[in-house]
C-alpha cells in the first residue's frame, strides 16, 4: 500500500514537499513515481526515479523547479516542488512498477496511492 501526504493550499513561488510511504511490502525494488491530474484532464506524469535512485526524469513542465529523491531504509519516496505555480494545481499521485528503469507511463503502473490535493493559489 501507498500513502501519499504532503499537499496542501499554498501561494504561488511556494514550496510543499510531498512524501509517499510504503506500506506492507518492500518498494525497494520498484521504480516509483509521481503523477497528476487536473479537473477535467487525464492524469500526467510528473517525475520518476529508479529503484537505485541513478535515473530520474521529469516532465518538461516541472523541471528545474521539482526534485524526487528516496530513502530506501524507509521505503519512502518524496517530491520536493518549489516555484510552484497555479497550473500545478492537481490530486498528486505516488505510484510503483516493476521496471528497471522509471515509473513514467500510468498504464504500467502496478501501484498506485490515494492522492494528495496540491493547490497553488495565484
Known amino acids: 500500500q501507498l500513502q501519499a501526504s504532503g499537499g496542501g493550499l499554498v501561494q504561488a513561488g511556494g514550496s510543499l514537499r510531498l512524501s509517499c510511504a510504503a506500506s506492507?511490502?518492500?518498494?525497494?525494488?520498484?521504480?516509483m513515481g509521481w503523477f497528476r491530474q487536473a479537473p477535467g484532464k487525464e492524469r500526467e506524469f510528473v517525475a520518476t526515479?529508479?529503484?537505485?535512485?541513478?535515473?530520474?526524469n521529469y516532465a518538461n513542465s516541472v523541471k528545474g523547479r521539482f526534485a524526487i529523491s528516496r530513502d530506501n531504509t524507509k521505503n519512502t519516496m518524496y517530491l520536493q516542488m518549489n516555484s510552484l505555480r497555479p497550473e500545478d494545481t492537481a490530486v498528486y499521485y505516488c505510484?510503483?512498477?516493476?521496471?528497471?528503469?522509471?515509473?513514467?507511463?500510468?498504464?504500467?503502473?502496478?501501484?498506485w496511492g490515494q492522492g494528495t490535493q496540491v493547490t497553488v493559489s495565484s
Open positions: 505510484a510503483a512498477e516493476a521496471s528497471p528503469v522509471g515509473a513514467e507511463v500510468a498504464g504500467d503502473v502496478d501501484y
Open positions: 506492507g511490502g518492500d518498494v525497494s525494488s520498484y521504480a
Open positions: 526515479i529508479s529503484w537505485s535512485g541513478g535515473y530520474t
